[in-house]
């Protein structure tokens, strides 16, 4: 099974409209998500074969954390901010100041089956 296709409009229909730049970008970053599941979840296959659409689904998630980062104008790489004017102060820290795409660790248990398993070592001799 190759890696189904995510599209922007998938993105859009779960989030929101997007500017004809945003799209431009948005195809670019589901491309790269989409490559960056496939490298660091091998069990990806099997999960989408259980759950349709969690793939897709995932590649959108990690899609829109990057795009939203960077929001409130910081420069990049800035990950926290503060700004004062008279007695008011306001001040930001940034979940993805860099708006790098990256798997949640939930994320990463769903692509890759979930499943714990469990095993058990002998400490002592015998068949006891």
Not at 66 to 78: I, K, R, S
């Amino acid at each position: 099974m190759d890696a189904p296709s995510v599209t922007v409009d998938q993105l859009e229909s779960g989030w929101r409209a997007l500017s004809l730049e945003e799209r431009v970008r948005a195809q670019v970053l589901l491309e790269r998500a989409s490559r960056i599941i496939q490298a660091d979840c091998p069990g990806w296959r099997r999960a989408e074969t259980r759950t349709p659409g969690l793939f897709a689904d995932t590649c959108c998630d990690m899609v829109k954390r990057a795009m939203t980062a960077g929001t409130l104008g910081a420069p990049e790489g800035v990950s926290q901010m503060n700004s004062t004017t008279g007695p008011f102060t306001e001040g930001y820290t940034f979940a993805n100041p860099m708006g790098n795409l990256y798997l949640l660790d939930t994320e990463k248990r769903r692509l890759n089956g979930g499943t714990a398993r469990a095993f058990h070592i002998r400490m002592t001799g015998g068949n006891a």
